[in-house]
DNA sequence: GAAGACAGCAAACAGTCGTTCACCGAGTGA
DNA sequence: TCACTCGGTGAACGACTGTTTGCTGTCTTC
């Protein structure tokens, strides 16, 4: 247990006993454990309220931890939102990953879309909810970096759309509006998803239906806009 | 209490001296007017706070009127927020029908689409922000209630664009979800607006551009949509 | 005119809030 | 080993919360 490792104490990780993420002193490790049981305890309120509405009190009691050890780890509540919001970084991610494919089909990538947008939704349900309520919420420094995790993503799908057949001649700004409407349309998609009941799978079905068949007339769209409205006056 | 009504008592105003609203005796029209003023309140506040963050004290306190007459009108701030979005109807309403118009060619519909939503999100902010807030905000009867609103706007822009040509062939289903689809363009781009700097004209030209093409992007597809996509498969 | 309804008020209630403070004890580095 | 750092604690603070109660003064109804 004490110890004794190779040479001598060799800065780079190798002390930590058995416990712990990758290279941290046993001190931060467990700091970082009850900054994650913060985190986990203000999404899980959040489930029925909004940040704004959230006590510093009663995250801690949820948590299970003395309100005064709060300030350990954040200063205020509307830091720890924005933690929450690069934790959810995590989750979309994953999902825009997923939904990246090389297939060529349209129809194949859009159908596997929504199946990936509704499986991620389900399976983690708190981050999803915590970004479509906080993306237009009260707290303007939760809004602000929502607003700048939607654009990297945005980024993202715009690289893949280019590749695609179909993106010879589009104008690099046309190509982001694009993107945008995607990812509003996917962003809208799984805040229906969320507000549905859980049980009731006809519902979900026909978001699903719904998510696609928009997506549809989204991608005719892009199929048919050089043609039809070449750079147009102005 | 007594009952004894009909007969006489004639149930239908006419008593009212000379103020007041429409027939409306002084005691309830001032009723109504310290309503009003607690409902100007709440949307005052809510321009930097959401619903559930909102305090009843805080209200009053801005309304100017002592707490306990907060019962007088509301149960509770989900009551006021229900409320609320029954006068935003007022406004969306009011946009709806200024977007319908009888003109053929859609390029023209679109512009002046866009034109009227900025107009008017300009002209009454705090209603539009309140409803973008709240819409996945924190407060189920008041999410509730603004998707049945949007519902209803829905059904009227269903009903326009039967109207137009180029709807001859539309499924029921999917014309609603053509409906929706313009519909929360619309109202992401209010939103867009509502978070753009008021003094920032370039952003505000920015947002407004980027709605219309996606309009276009969006009509392109519904143009193309029989042609391009027959029922499909399942 | 008198009797009653009733919107609004001040005061008081028991709680909860965010924040500060001194303090403890386990991990850390020499 | 020893001095030190520092995450977590419990108690205390003043301010503020939602709600109730009894009371006004004015409008309403007869």
Redesign the interface.
């Known amino acids: 247990m004490p110890a004794s490792e190779t040479s001598s104490t060799a800065p780079i990780a190798a002390s930590a006993p058995t416990t712990a993420a990758a290279g941290l002193g046993v001190r931060s490790a467990k700091k970082l454990a009850t900054r994650q049981t913060l985190l986990d305890a203000a999404l899980r309120l ?1 489930e ?3 940040l ?2 959230l006590g510093l009190r009663e995250v801690t009691r949820e948590a299970g931890i003395a309100p005064a050890a709060f300030y350990r780890h954040f200063a205020d509540l509307g830091e720890l939102g924005v933690a929450l919001v690069e934790e959810s970084l995590g989750c979309m991610h994953e999902l825009i990953r997923d939904i990246r494919t090389p297939e060529a089909e349209t129809e194949d990538i859009m159908r596997r879309t929504v199946d990936v947008v509704a499986e991620h939704v389900r399976a983690d349900m708190p981050h999803f909810r915590f970004i ?2 906080e ?4 707290v303007a420094a939760v ?1 602000e970096a929502i ?1 700048a995790q939607l654009d990297t993503y945005i980024d993202e799908l715009v690289e893949d759309l280019r590749l695609q057949p179909g993106s010879e001649g589009w104008d690099d700004g ?1 190509m982001r ?2 993107g ?2 995607y990812v ?2 996917i962003m ?1 998609t799984a ?1 229906d998803l969320l ?1 549905a009941d859980v049980n009731d799978l006809a519902a979900e079905e026909r978001i699903i239906a ?1 998510a696609l ?2 997506l ?10 050089l043609t ?2 070449p750079p147009a006056d102005e």
């Open positions: 959040m029925r309220q909004s704004s509405s479509a309520r993306r237009h919420g009260g809004r607003a046309d509006v694009l945008r409407l509003n349309v809208l805040a507000d719904e068949t928009q549809r007339i989204v991608s005719v769209g892009r199929e048919h806009w039809e409205r």
